[in-house]
């Protein structure tokens, strides 16, 4: 065991001029992902949705590359991040989804950042700040989701406060549960009810410029009718998974790969993390991976996952640690400290791609991409 041991050969992680561990984001995919949503939505604008640091791919870059091919408005969820936006110097129209606080208002009318109204009670409580602070508001429908929005039969009721507030509305909008099913049905039924308030609106003169429900599943399958505006999200990050279908044109945009540590050779019988969970069964070489559970990649991944190198797919053994994994490779494989592992690639058939990962999981891509930590590097081509 000491002689294989003497093998190994250690580097202090990140002394190359990347990090240890970066998820590179190819921006050309990312605006060839917007076009072919929007090819889905002829004559629609793109209202992009960059929440949660664009999904784990960094909202700024990723908001300046889409604006600048010519996105017409962004959406997060929070006024923080709306913030973070005009910060960075990014114009564009932006829409929080979900702040409901008074004291928000007046900061997000003097950015210039449109609220969601996401309730009756949000409604009233606008009511004596919006005066003084004319902020741009939309309102949501609950067409289906059951966790935000009017109701269409608390439309009626509101209708005062509606009509008090109807300069500052710019939208309307709702939000589809489940329009990747085949059958659509859950999606038809979402769409009567957003047409069901419209109209309960529109009797009352209230007819606000933008109309918009459809997710990235809900653009691509058309369910759009009447709609000025999609709200994507996943589709531009090339990560919808569509049960029937690939969605055609679609690519993912990030790779995380991370730089190897420790390449050595061991013996049979070498336990590997904590718990010892694996132990190699032959001689192997193990390649440790500036990566862990800190970063965002995931535990529950311990001796699931793969890592791909030089075209090959290798097993992660042991427990994911905090800051480390471990790939196994053959004994004699050519792999030694500096070199690089791909833990998520973009390769949608590799069993380390993101939803594939995701499967692994019991989750959907969108947990797996958020996840990534910001320690982890992000490098943009
Ligand atoms: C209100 C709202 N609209 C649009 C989107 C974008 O959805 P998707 O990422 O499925 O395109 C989201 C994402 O969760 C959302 O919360």
Redesign the pocket.
Known sequence: MSSDRSQACERTPGQAGEGPLVARVDLSQLVANMNCLRRAAPGLGM?A?V?ADA?GHGAVPVARSLVAAGAEGL?V?TLAEALELRQHGLQAPLLV??DRRPESVPIAAAHAIDL?VVSAEHLRDLLPLVAQHPVGLHL?LDTGMGN?GFQVAELGAAMDDLQALRPNLRGV?G??TD?EAPDGKSALLQRQTFQAGLARLREAGIAPPMV?H??????LRGFTEGDTHV???????GL?DLPDAEPAGLRPILELSAEVTRAVRVPAGTPVGYGSTWVAPHPVTLATLACGYADGFSRALSNRAWAGFNGGTYPLVGTVSMDAVVAVLPADAAIRAGDRMTLLSRHPEDPHSVLQTARLLGTIG?EVTCALHRRVTRQYF
Do not use: P
């Open positions: 209202l949705v929440k999904y959406c969820a989804f979900g969601a949501k935000t909008m939000h589809y329009a918009h459809a997710n990235s599943a809900g653009c709200r994507c999200g996943i589709g531009l990050y919808l969108y």
